[in-house]
Structures are given as structure tokens and as C-alpha cells.
């Protein structure tokens, strides 16, 4: 063991060669252990609704406009901070805006200069100067540097810091300054995003949404249900594939596909055309806003139908091969009686919507017929080859997982599933036992496989695994008894369409239950959360995104339009910040454009969930816990060297 830690130490010494090397680097440490924690911001549930996530993401849930009531206080109008906010959040639409009603240009930068200033300056406050400097703009990075750095040693201060702005206004450069500047403030009043599930579906941006994404400076990502399904559709996963276009399809989205990620729909629709061009496709109608193109509007129906069918097929033959799934009771099309219209679940017979099928053989029902199976070729090839949709896919599983826990929170989509007891159920996957964090862990192995065996038979059972998990009762990202999907297209009856919850979502309120969940994924202390994605709250009716006292906070509220009219609000974000816990309830969101041109912020409520009596620091974070262990280590390589075990590298 001396062995080994000695070894350790010469290879730290290589990092810091000499005493005065290690013992600087542990006063660097010690005084970032003392700063105050960076500000987290959690989203969830944003499926593709790109304007809105942005704004919010721009704004940080209300964070910019907190630091500017921080800095201005009363001395600033109302009016005046919305500008200034709105300047922050999208500064070149603004100042476009500006300078087609100013007539003092030069006035309205240096007033908005020395505002912008202000509040970068209350903005890095919290952040080492070393940090700070990385965050800074190539091009001002000097100057911004300058302005916002505190000078003990220039007398005229005012002066100084007016001759720097001036210059900037003179040589014509205020504008780029004012851009990145308050990309900088953006930057830094978030210093870490959590994304906790669900960017795809339904909205009509999920891959813009990604780009941006990917160019943020600190995230992870916990996988929804519908991120699952569309890994399992880039991995070449034929059920996924299929339930990603329909979706798209009936939500009236097909250009994500096809504009978005360059995915040829060409060969569907020419299926589609020919198959189902005199069926009015009435059970296929869309959810989405109605298209004014009405030829437009009727293709995409008959495509939603023809893909629906496609994939109940393609889901009849995985549950088939896959008997081990245990989903036999979900392949619908042989209990049809196609020359009554018919079908049999359980017991009871039921009259089918729609009965013109022309592409089943009720002898081989789950048989794509020849044109359905190139159709599925093609799109397969189109996923997998799709470079733009790969390129999103890695990052999704580069800094993507199905929980986090992160500074006493523990994070996830979905649901723990549970037994009606609170007991953790336990879920068979390919012979193998599974239940709680094992289960997750389990998953999040399969998936990976799906992407990275070397073994075709691993791949394939991870492939087939993310399927599994969009649609499985002992999935914990989708937590019901069965997806009705069929049912809601063809059947009248509404008790058909009923998807049973898991118990969990009935014993959020029992405190011993939610103890034993956190326990099970290592946090045991009274400080410790629930993040929880997936479950719309219905604000309208009472409901709180608050429960079990406050140990499980649900911060889906709504941000994708289907759902507003159900939960009553736009969405729930949180903040978790050096103070505490802060909720934020948003109203719906009403463009880009409004929020430039009347300076229209996201109306929020906001409910402190928690405010702590100590301001946290960087050394109460998980952060903080590698920090100091990085601070012993040191203290001993200083101990080494002064004992004379390891020699100083002059």
C-alpha cells in the first residue's frame, strides 16, 4: 500500500514539480473551497419546444433579472431593468430594435455599457478570476477583464473605466462588445444545467435544441422516454424507428425529420399515396396546429396511418421474437376478425374506427408486405447513416444517463417502479433479476451496448432493450401497465385507452417510501431531493409540484404546448442556488419576436422550496468533495517533499 501511494505521489509530483507548486495550487484551492456554489438551473420535459427553452435558458429562469435587481435596486425604473434584461438576452435583436427609434446612439451605449458592466461584474463575483477568464470572450477578453476587475491602484477610477468605454464607442466596436458581454452574463449566472428528460417530441425543434445544447458550457442529461426511443431509432431499431415518424407524423412534425435531420420520407410518402389515397385516414387525425396546405395536410394523415400500421406490425414481430419481454398480450392485429371489423381484448368484442387494412394478411398479419418492408429498409439506413442525428445521439450518451445524483439531489425521468406496498419491484431482463438503482443501472448497460458490443448478440438485445424501455411495464421511464396506442386510434371505448400507473406515482406523499428510494441511490441526509421529470402538473386544479414535504419536487409543468391546456402553465423549472431551493412556475411563452419588440420576459411565480441558514459553499457541493480530496492529496505530496521521500524538480 506505501508501494502504491508512493507511486502516486511521483506522479502528482509531475504535475507539481516543487513545494512552492503544490502549495500554491492548494491556497488556489482552498479559496475556490470558499466561494459560493455556482448556480444550478434543472429543466425538463422541453420536447422540441425551441423558443421557449431558449428564452428560459437565456434567462435563467429569472436569474438575470435577480442579479439586476441586485445591483440597481430602486435606482433603476422597472422599465429600464426589463430593457436591460432584454438587451442581455438577445442583444443584436435589440439593438437592431434601438437604433431605428435613437437618435443619441452614442448616449444609449454608454448608458447600456456601464449597466452590462455592472452586472457581469455582481455575475462573476462568485467565480475564481482563473474560472472568470475562461468564460471570457476571445476577442474582449482583455478589456472585459479590465472593466470588470476591481483597480486598487488607479486613483481616478471613473476616469479610467470612462476612457475604456469611450474608446470601444469610438472605434465603432460597441455593439460586437454589448453581444458579448451579455453572452458572458448569460454564461455566468448559471454555472450548471441539468436537463432531466425529455428533449424530443411533440415540439417542432428538438434538433435545434440539441445544437444548443451541445455548445453549453456545463450539463448532464438524464434520458427520457421519448430520448430512449429515439437512441433505439438511431441504433437502427425498427420499433423505435416506426414510433419516432409516427409521432412526428401526429404531431404534424414530419420536417424535423426531414428538414431537421436530412431523413428521406419520399419512399413513405409514395407508399402512403398509393395504399391509402382514397382513405380519408379519420382516426389518423393530427394533433398539432392544422396545417393551412390542405394537399400538405392529407398526405401527412395518410402517412400517419400508413407508418401507424407499419408499426404495429414491427411491434408484433419484436414481441414474437422477444417472448422473454412478456409482452404478448400487446400484439393486437392476429385478435382482429377483419370481415366483421372486429376485435377481441380479454373477453369482450369490440367494433374497430377504421376496418381497410389493405396491406395485412389476416393469415400472417405481423408480415410487412413487400413495399412496407423496403420502405423500413430505407428508413433504417436513413437513421443510422444520418450523420447530424448520430453526432446528437453520441452526446446524448456522452453526458447522458438514466439518473444523477448531484449535490444531495438525486435526479430522474419517469419512475421507480414500485409494488403497491412501496417495496421495489423487481423487473426480468433476459433472465437476470433487476429492482431500484440496479434496475436503472442494468438499463443504462443495455443501452450502451446497443451502441458500442462488439458482439452482434449484445447489440441486437440492446437495440431491442430501447424499445423495451419506451413501452414496458417495468420500465421506469414509462411506468404504466400497457401503451394503449392501438386502442386510442381504433376503439370508441375510452376504458380501453386506460394506462394503469405504477404505484409509485400514488406514493409520492409517503415519506418512507421516498426515504427508502434516495437510500437506495446513496442519500440518506435530510438536505436530500427528489428531481423528478415526466408527470405534468395540473397547477389549473390545485395540484403542487411540491410533495412529501418537499422531498420530491416534479418539474414538468408543461413546456410543450399540448399539454397547457391540461396543466394550466408553461412549464416548472428550478433553481438551486448558494441560498437554496427556488421553484419557478412560467406562463406560456409568446414568441422571440414579442419578447424583443414589447420586452415581454416569461411571467414566473417563483416558491422557495427551501432556503438554507449558511450560505452554501463550493466546499458543500460534490464539487467541493473532490476539491478538498485533491487538497490532502497535495498536502501530502508537501509532506513527501519535505520529508525528503520525493525530490523538488528544479
Known sequence: MKNLETRYLKRLSECYPTIAAASTEIINLQAILNLPKGTEHFLTDIHGEYEAFSHVLKNGSGSVR??????????????????????????????????????????????????????????ASKYTRSKVRKALPKDFAYVIEELITEKSEVNDKESYYNEIIMTIIRIGRAEEFIEAISELIQRLVVDHLHIVGDIYDRGPGPHIIMDKLMTYHS??????????????????????????????????????????????????????LRTYGD???????????????????????????????????????????????????????????????????????????????????????????????????????????????QKHIRFLLAKGGLYKVYNDNLLYHGCVPLNEDGSFKEVSLFGETFKGKSLYDALERYIRKGFFALDPQAREEGRDMMWYIWLHPGS?????????????????????????????????????????????????????????????????????????????????????????????????????????????????????EAAIQKESDIHSDYMVVKRVVKRRLVGDTDVGKELKGQVTDLERLLGAYRSGEIKEKM
Open 279 to 389: 382513405d380519408p385516414c379519420t382516426c389518423f387525425a393530427l394533433k398539432g396546429p392544422e396545417k393551412p396546405n390542405k394537399a400538405e395536410m392529407e398526405m401527412d394523415l395518410r402517412m400517419h396511418k400508413a407508418i401507424s400500421v407499419i408499426q404495429f406490425k414491427v411491434e408484433g414481430q419484436i414481441i414474437k421474437r422477444r417472448k422473454e419481454f412478456g409482452l404478448e398480450d400487446r400484439a393486437l392485429l392476429h385478435r382482429i376478425d377483419y370481415e366483421k371489423g372486429t376485435i377481441m381484448l380479454g373477453k369482450k368484442e369490440y367494433q374497430l374506427l377504421d376496418t381497410n387494412f389493405p396491406t395485412i394478411d389476416p393469415k400472417d398479419p405481423y408480415r410487412l408486405c413487400p413495399e412496407e418492408e423496403e420502405v423500413m429498409e430505407r428508413l433504417e439506413r436513413a437513421f443510422m447513416g444520418c450523420e447530424k442525428l
Open 66 to 123: 435577480r442579479k439586476i435587481d441586485d445591483v440597481f435596486g430602486n435606482t433603476l425604473s422597472k422599465r429600464d431593468k426589463q430593457s436591460l434584461a432584454t438587451l442581455i438576452y438577445y442583444p443584436k435583436e435589440k439593438m437592431a430594435q434601438v437604433k431605428k427609434a435613437e437618435t443619441n446612439m452614442e448616449d444609449w451605449y454608454k448608458i447600456n455599457l456601464y449597466r452590462l458592466i455592472e452586472v457581469s461584474k455582481r455575475s
Open 219 to 272: 450539463l448532464d442529461i438524464q434520458w427520457g422516454n421519448h430520448d430512449v426511443l429515439w437512441m433505439g431509432a438511431a441504433a437502427g431499431q425498427r420499433g423505435c424507428i416506426a414510433n419516432v415518424i409516427r409521432i412526428c407524423a401526429r404531431y404534424g412534425n414530419l420536417d424535423i425529420l426531414e428538414d431537421g435531420y436530412g431523413i428521406n420520407l419520399l419512399p413513405l410518402a409514395t407508399f402512403s
Open 476 to 592: 421506469p421511464l414509462f411506468g404504466k401497465d400497457k401503451m394503449a396506442t392501438f386502442e386510442r386510434y381504433f376503439l370508441a371505448e375510452k376504458m380501453t385507452h386506460l394506462e394503469r400507473k405504477n404505484p409509485y406515482y400514488n406514493l409520492l406523499e409517503d415519506e418512507k417510501v421516498m426515504d427508502s428510494i434516495l437510500r437506495e441511490f446513496g442519500l440518506s441526509s435530510e438536505e436530500a431531493h427528489i428531481v423528478n421529470g415526466h408527470m405534468p402538473v395540473k397547477r389549473k386544479d390545485g395540484e403542487s409540484p411540491i410533495k412529501c414535504n418537499g422531498k420530491v419536487l416534479v418539474i414538468d409543468g408543461g413546456f410543450s404546448r399540448a399539454y397547457q391546456k391540461e396543466t394550466g402553465i408553461a412549464g416548472y423549472t428550478l433553481i438551486y442556488n448558494s441560498y437554496g431551493l427556488l421553484l419557478v412556475a412560467h406562463e406560456p411563452f409568446e414568441s422571440t
